[in-house]
């Protein structure tokens, strides 16, 4: 056989990496090229591999003579969406291990359950880490509460709800993925000494972000608090001619109740706790989401610019859309809280 045929001869490759190949491609958002790269896998060996998939979204080689197709009984296939339910980072390898342990001298491959979590519809994505105490019964009740009372003072309109909240940042804000030779662990070099924190304090409408302040000296105590909420009922009033605002704010510490009286009352406007552990009827929550992307974004670009600078941009990217949006999520949120259903991330 000359170079030529030999170069051009279709590779032989084993179900796991077939499988690693399509989780990398089609989960995993991996480049083919790239992700055959890592495998040892020839580009055009490959991309018949992904080619088959996409088609019948087969992943096992087929025998010679005739197709091999792994069925698994119901009774296996509700085992595995138990084995995630109860355990959502459990690994392929993982589930193998517990249906042989279940069933003695079972026999099934890694592509099979990965096939079986194709069809229960079962995919990899971002885990989402929640608190324990979000769902105990006590703050369920007291989100209930909150829920009830948010309802029956804005029945039509969110205009006059005003949410509040400060946030860290650093100039070593990372992304949460990276990239290194397969088998080996994608470390990042982070600086002994953290270098300067900036914290933003900033307020949010259905209309729009609101009065923000960068607070770049020292971290955010009671008094640098109180002071923003001042300067914000004043902008409110004087600038957004808004007369009959509600401010609403977590329970932080520095957030001080009696403060807050005394300035909202000298506006003539009201403020509100939120129920404890009830970060997502916060639409700022998700507002600091974004403008921390855009601010990764911008160090890791290298942008000219300070922190700062990085911070307030993040704000005047945030649109009257996206404020749209953040209130129409956290009203979902609402309804199922006012009927004293848990919290289920979505």
Not at 79 to 96: G, Y
Not at 127 to 152: D, G, P, T
Not at 166 to 173: D, Q
Request: glycine share 4%; with cysteine.
């Amino acid at each position: 056989m000359n170079a030529n045929n030999q170069k051009n001869k279709y590779q032989s490759v084993s179900d796991e990496k077939r499988s690693q190949l399509i989780d990398m491609t089609q989960k995993q958002s991996i480049d083919l090229r790239e992700a055959a790269a890592l495998l040892g896998i020839k580009y055009k060996t490959a991309w018949t591999i992904s080619n088959s998939y996409k088609k019948d979204f087969k992943i096992v080689k087929s025998a010679k003579g005739g197709s091999t197709v792994t069925v698994l009984k119901p009774e296996i296939l509700s085992q595995i969406e138990d084995l995630v339910s109860i355990d959502p980072e459990i690994t392929l390898r993982q589930i193998k291990d517990k249906l042989i342990e279940n069933h003695p001298g079972f026999i099934i491959s890694l592509s099979s359950i990965n096939l079986a979590l194709e069809k229960l519809i079962i995919t990899i994505k971002k885990s989402h880490r929640e608190l324990e105490k979000v769902n105990e019964e006590h703050y369920i009740k007291l989100r209930q509460e909150f829920a009830i009372w948010f309802n029956e003072r804005f029945p039509n309109e969110f205009d006059e709800a005003i949410f509040v909240d400060e946030s860290p940042f650093n100039l070593h804000l990372k992304r949460q993925q990276a990239r290194s030779k397969k088998g080996t662990r994608a470390n990042i070099r982070i600086p002994t000494v953290r270098g300067r924190s900036v914290s933003l304090i900033a307020s949010i409408g259905i209309g729009g972000m609101h009065f923000s302040k960068i607070i770049d000296n020292s971290t955010v105590n009671g008094d640098i608090f109180a002071s923003y909420i001042k300067e914000l009922c004043s902008f409110l009033r004087d600038v957004k001619g808004m007369n009959n605002v509600c401010i609403i704010l977590d329970n932080a510490r520095i957030h001080r109740k009696k403060d807050m009286e005394e300035i909202t009352s000298e506006f003539g406007f009201q403020f509100k706790f939120l129920a404890p552990y009830s970060y997502m009827l916060n639409p700022i929550e998700t507002s600091f989401s974004k403008i921390k992307n855009a601010v990764k974004s911008m160090l890791r670009n290298k942008s000219n610019g300070s922190l700062s600078e990085f911070i307030l941009n993040g704000v005047e990217a945030i649109t009257v859309n996206d404020c749209i949006g953040y209130f129409r999520h956290m009203t979902r949120n609402l309804i199922n809280s006012a009927a004293g259903l848990p919290y289920v991330h979505q």
